[in-house]
T-cell receptor, first 115, second 113 residues
Framework: AQTVTQSQPEMSVQEAETVTLSCTYDTSESDYYLFWYKQPPSRQMILVIRQEAYKQQNATENRFSVNFQKAAKSFSLKISDSQLGDAAMYFC????????????FGSGTQLTVLP | DAGITQSPRHKVTETGTPVTLRCHQTENHRYMYWYRQDPGHGLRLIHYSYGVKDTDKGEVSDGYSVSRSKTEDFLLTLESATSSQTSVYFCATGVGGTATTQYFGPGTRLTVL
């Protein structure tokens, strides 16, 4: 079984500043993947970034990067140069294959970007 | 954009009525999923499909059934809707050989009165 925990229900950041969203996970699988999804007010779930557990290098997508600490089972998301359009609910998720091939989600962090 | 559409996008129904939600994809992906989203719970898996006529239960499958007669369509049915099934429902497809990455449709908001 997998669990994903996001301990920050809400966070805020000033426009152009940097913010880090926290996520911890637990899995018994050796091969797994981690994701951050963004859900703006439109409700659409948008994939932000993906990390393969077997890769030591942290994934980066433009202003978004992760800090993957495998031993600590930690997977935080850093947003640099925050923009108003970054305001959304952010979900951390894990995937460990097996027969279900399902994502397990955390409860989300609501990010507010202040002008 | 994984070419996923959901219909209807909004629905209000009454307790005890049957409801069917449709998910349609254009990318020929093998894996398809139905999730529900409730406050404080993130998204939880209801059912998934790994091929035509091949389906299995997820974490919160009670009260739901699914069918997949074509690769492109995955239907979610509430045989007798209850107020606890008021939720936002998302369809997703799994991309890649092992379906490790999932892309989501726009969601359906269902209200059961």
């Amino acid at each position: 079984a997998q669990t994903v925990t996001q301990s920050q229900p809400e966070m805020s950041v000033q426009e152009a500043e940097t913010v880090t969203l926290s996520c911890t996970y637990d899995t018994s699988e050796s091969d797994y993947y981690l994701f951050w999804y963004k859900q703006p007010p439109s409700r659409q779930m948008i994939l932000v970034i993906r990390q393969e557990a077997y890769k030591q290098q942290n994934a980066t997508e433009n202003r978004f990067s992760v800090n993957f600490q495998k031993a600590a089972k930690s997977f935080s998301l850093k947003i640099s140069d925050s923009q108003l359009g970054d305001a959304a609910m952010y979900f951390c998720a894990s995937y460990a294959g097996g027969s279900a091939r399902q994502l397990t989600f955390g409860s989300g962090t609501q990010l507010t970007v202040l002008p | 954009d994984a070419g996923i559409t959901q219909s209807p996008r909004h629905k209000v129904t009454e307790t005890g009525t049957p409801v069917t939600l449709r998910c349609h994809q254009t990318e020929n992906h093998r894996y398809m999923y139905w999730y529900r989203q409730d406050p404080g719970h993130g998204l939880r898996l209801i059912h998934y499909s790994y091929g035509v006529k091949d389906t299995d239960k997820g974490e919160v499958s009670d009260g739901y059934s699914v069918s997949r007669s074509k690769t492109e369509d995955f239907l979610l049915t509430l045989e007798s809707a209850t107020s606890s099934q008021t939720s936002v429902y998302f369809c997703a497809t799994g991309v890649g050989g092992t379906a490790t990455t999932q892309y989501f449709g726009p969601g359906t908001r269902l209200t059961v009165l």
